[in-house]
């Protein structure tokens, strides 16, 4: 293997330390190509046929979008859809209803027949579900909880809403460990060929290293950003703003990195 290889010549008395970590990156870069199959580096004119259709296809309708709908048509015109290699973060501030709406849209492209996995942090898979099929159904749990009960109409459409849930290219999970997300994504990926990647919170993500702050942040995104690009999965991170301070009040980026540094 490389790493016996490596250790191996680390003892010859002729070893030159930069040759010989220069040829292990040499190697084991042939590596991670051989295992992707994937070319790296593409030359514009390889790839100038490709972009002419994408412009041609656009400019004979421009409404169409190339990633995948929303179901929100204005945010579809602005970032052209959900597209593939791309990391897209839904930043508010606390009980803003993020969570509500990359549920909306987790539903919307089920609807499409987009295989789409969840990897939820602050929610428990049964109750994504539940809640899924609620939506759904379109009864409010909470205004039939104070009513005092559901009518027969109510529970007919619940229990349809539930099958038809059960039927839905939707994958849930409860990792929280970056890691480990990018890992299940991957394999999911090569196993069930899912198209979209959610993560609700970004917030309670961890990364090794202890890092923490504007750090762990950066962390998350590198690694999100590079699993989109790599494995060609669209990204959807759920993300919590800091409270504006006298610091921060005109910096985005700033509330964001602070808002999701755990």
């Not at 250790?7 to 930069?18: G, L, S, T, V």
Request: proline share 2%.
């Amino acid at each position: 293997s490389v790493a016996t290889d490596a250790i191996a010549a680390c003892y010859m008395p002729e070893a030159n330390a930069p040759a010989l970590i220069d040829e292990v990156d040499r190697q084991l870069q042939d590596i991670r190509i051989g295992a992707g199959g994937k070319i790296i580096t593409h030359w514009s004119k390889d790839i100038a046929a490709d972009i002419m259709t994408e412009v041609e296809r656009h400019m004979a309708n421009p409404r169409e979008i190339s990633g995948y709908s929303t179901g929100y048509s204005q945010l579809d015109y602005i970032i052209d859809g959900l597209r593939r290699q791309s990391l897209h973060v839904v930043a508010a501030e606390t009980s803003s209803g993020k969570s509500l709406f990359v549920h909306n849209l987790t539903s919307h492209l089920a609807g499409q027949g987009v295989k789409t996995l969840v990897t939820s942090t602050e929610m428990s898979m049964s109750s994504v579900y539940r809640r899924l099929a609620y939506m759904r159904a379109g009864v409010d749990k909470v205004n039939r909880r104070m009513r005092g009960g559901y009518t027969s109409e109510d529970q007919r459409r619940i229990r349809e809403a539930v099958e038809f849930i059960g039927r839905e290219p939707i994958g849930f999970n409860e990792v929280s460990e970056l890691p480990r997300i990018l890992a299940e994504a991957r394999r999911q990926r090569k196993q069930n060929a899912i198209e979209v990647l959610v993560v609700d919170h970004l917030d309670d993500v961890s990364v090794p290293g202890g890092l923490n702050g504007t750090q762990a942040a950066d962390a998350k995104m590198q690694g999100l950003k590079t699993l989109a690009m790599e494995e060609e999965l669209a990204v959807v991170a759920v993300s919590q703003l800091s409270r504006k301070t006298e610091f921060n009040q005109n910096s985005r980026l700033s509330r964001l990195r602070d808002g999701g540094g755990k």
